[in-house]
């Protein structure tokens, strides 16, 4: 007989989904079989699977141990000893922003994935996995079970908060509050032109999975997109803005400003080449200059207000193009 006592990272999930990553190998079929005979028991009781497991619920599992083998993943030292060096060898001391038992909050530099683009890849994901492995909120064995998650994705070159669920309740929190856009996603960046007024744009954004890239018309359809934004300061050629990411798609802020002829600078894809070689030379920029600058949210009745660092690149060039100064600061953190 096996017992496993659900511990706060495995709560708030079905029964019949926990089982199905425990027995990895079982067909579902056969796990309700097992539920429906009390060959697995839930507080010592029957159950149908669709009970959500709290924390200290007591799951018994009464297979003989080459049965039990058979239907679990059951990795041998060496698998778990490749494990653990493989996390070891990736660990790096993320920049948090925020964290409690629940959730984590990571300032994402340029260059790193969020999620995997293919099998070979070290993203977020890993990353954030080797952090809490090193700090001891995980334990190898609890990823048979459950893999933290970022739940939010920002573009590879695309800097600043992602959120992350560090159990399966911090996951089905922040999953929720994404999805029915109640977190308020606050962006910075700088723009080609003058921009003198707050404004809140609209439109239907249609992508080209070829191309990875998607274009805005202004009828209301499918895929339908606001975005606010406020400008912050300006030099008569380019405006820092605060963008309020009011709807969420991919490439979103970058295609809807490039709609209205203020594409980011560094931006390639959507924006004015000429005009961004000019900062390629001056600055060494190469991608768009965006950062996911803050994140206001409320979780586990706490309002969080959650504030990334402004790139060194990024101050390099407001610094530059005379658009820091005294009250910028002040002015990108008012409520708008």
């Given at each position: 007989?096996?017992?496993?006592?659900?511990?706060?990272?495995?709560?708030?999930?079905?029964?019949?989904?926990?089982?199905?990553?425990?027995?990895?190998?079982?067909?579902?079929?056969?796990?309700?079989?097992?539920?429906r005979k009390k060959n697995i028991t839930l507080n010592n009781k029957?159950?149908?699977?669709?009970?959500?497991?709290?924390?200290?619920?007591?799951?018994?599992?009464?297979?003989?141990?080459?049965?039990?083998?058979?239907?679990?993943?059951?990795?041998?030292?060496?698998?778990?000893?490749?494990?653990?060096?493989?996390?070891?060898?990736?660990?790096?001391?993320?920049?948090?922003?925020?964290?409690?038992?629940?959730?984590?909050?990571?300032?994402?530099?340029s260059g790193v994935l969020t999620q995997k683009a293919k099998p070979?890849?070290?993203?977020?994901?890993?990353?954030?996995?080797?952090?809490?492995?090193?700090?001891?909120?995980?334990?190898?064995?609890?990823?048979?079970?459950?893999?933290?998650?970022?739940?939010?994705?920002?573009?590879?070159?695309?800097?600043?908060?992602?959120?992350?669920?560090?159990?399966?309740?911090?996951?089905?929190?922040?999953?929720?509050?994404?999805?029915?856009?109640?977190?308020?996603?606050?962006?910075?960046?700088?723009?080609?032109?003058?921009?003198?007024?707050?404004?809140?744009?609209?439109?239907?954004?249609?992508?080209?999975?070829?191309?990875?890239?998607?274009?805005?018309?202004?009828?209301?359809?499918?895929?339908?997109?606001?975005?606010?934004?406020?400008?912050?300061?300006?030099?008569?050629?380019?405006?820092?803005?605060?963008?309020?990411?009011?709807?969420?798609?991919?490439?979103?802020?970058?295609?809807?400003?490039?709609?209205?002829?203020?594409?980011?600078?560094?931006?390639?894809?959507?924006?004015?080449?000429?005009?961004?070689?000019?900062?390629?030379?001056?600055?060494?920029?190469?991608?768009?200059?965006?950062?996911?600058?803050?994140?206001?949210?409320?979780?586990?009745?706490?309002?969080?207000?959650?504030?990334?660092?402004?790139?060194?690149?990024?101050?390099?060039?407001?610094?530059?193009?005379?658009?820091?100064?005294?009250?910028?600061?002040?002015?990108?953190?008012?409520?708008?």
């Amino acid at each position: 007989m096996k017992e496993i006592i659900i511990n706060d990272k495995n709560a708030n999930q079905r029964l019949d989904k926990y089982l199905c990553k425990y027995l990895s190998n079982a067909p579902l079929s056969f796990i309700y079989k097992m539920l429906r005979k009390k060959n697995i028991t839930l507080n010592n009781k029957k159950s149908d699977g669709k009970d959500v497991l709290k924390k200290n619920d007591v799951i018994k599992i009464f297979f003989s141990d080459d049965t039990l083998d058979k239907f679990t993943k059951n990795k041998d030292s060496k698998e778990t000893n490749a494990l653990e060096s493989y996390y070891k060898k990736i660990y790096k001391a993320l920049d948090v922003i925020y964290e409690d038992d629940n959730y984590i909050f990571i300032d994402k530099a340029s260059g790193v994935l969020t999620q995997k683009a293919k099998p070979s890849d070290v993203s977020l994901n890993e990353l954030v996995i080797a952090y809490l492995l090193h700090t001891g909120f995980l334990k190898i064995e609890d990823l048979e079970s459950f893999k933290p998650s970022v739940c939010n994705r920002l573009d590879r070159n695309t800097t600043g908060i992602v959120a992350c669920g560090k159990t399966i309740k911090g996951l089905q929190d922040l999953s929720l509050g994404f999805k029915e856009r109640s977190f308020d996603k606050y962006y910075i960046t700088i723009v080609k032109g003058v921009i003198d007024k707050p404004s809140i744009i609209m439109g239907t954004l249609t992508k080209d999975n070829k191309t990875n890239k998607v274009t805005i018309t202004k009828n209301k359809g499918e895929s339908y997109i606001e975005t606010g934004y406020t400008p912050i300061a300006n030099n008569g050629q380019l405006t820092l803005l605060k963008v309020h990411l009011i709807t969420g798609k991919t490439h979103q802020i970058r295609a809807h400003l490039a709609s209205i002829n203020h594409p980011l600078i560094g931006d390639y894809k959507y924006g004015d080449a000429k005009f961004n070689n000019i900062f390629k030379e001056k600055y060494g920029l190469s991608n768009q200059l965006l950062t996911a600058y803050e994140l206001n949210c409320k979780l586990d009745k706490k309002d969080l207000q959650c504030r990334s660092k402004i790139p060194k690149q990024f101050l390099n060039i407001l610094e530059g193009e005379g658009l820091w100064e005294p009250g910028i600061q002040e002015a990108l953190e008012e409520k708008h």
